[in-house]
């Protein structure tokens, strides 16, 4: 059974940081393509970042580079999602997604497997 678990969300003011976990069981982790994703209160979703480890592709959403660093660790298959120089506009339900083709996950958004949401919320 695949499983995405996310986690570390929270409450943080604006200028914090905030660092998620994705821990993925179920799949070939070094295979696959996993990617954080988010959506805000009356918005639609968007992709934050997608990685593969066992090719080295990382990819970000070009408002999220700078501030958002995404990396993995293979050993506890797991995904982190370091947040930094936070803003309200950041408030959102973070999802981890997981695909073993990059097009399905990151070009159409329409990953193989969803994990629950972390809601992370930035006041001002």
């Known amino acids: 059974e695949v499983q995405l678990q996310a986690s570390g969300g929270g409450l943080v003011q604006a200028g914090g940081s905030l660092r998620l976990s994705c821990a993925a069981s179920?799949?070939?982790?070094?295979?696959?393509?996993i990617g954080w994703f988010r959506q805000a209160p009356g918005k639609e979703r968007e992709g934050v970042s997608c990685?593969?480890?066992?090719?080295?592709?990382?990819y970000y959403a070009d408002s999220m580079k700078g501030r958002f660093t995404m990396s993995s660790d293979n050993a506890k298959n797991t995904v982190y999602l370091q947040m930094n120089s936070l803003k309200p506009e950041d408030t959102a339900v973070y999802y981890c997604?997981?695909?073993?083709?990059?097009?399905?996950?990151?070009?159409?958004?329409?990953?193989?497997?969803w994990g629950q949401g972390t809601l992370v919320t930035v006041s001002s």
């Open positions: 997604a997981a695909d073993s083709a990059f097009w399905r996950l990151w070009v159409l958004s329409r990953p193989a497997y």
């Open positions: 179920g799949f070939a982790f070094d295979d696959y393509y």
């Open positions: 990685i593969r480890s066992s090719g080295n592709n990382l």
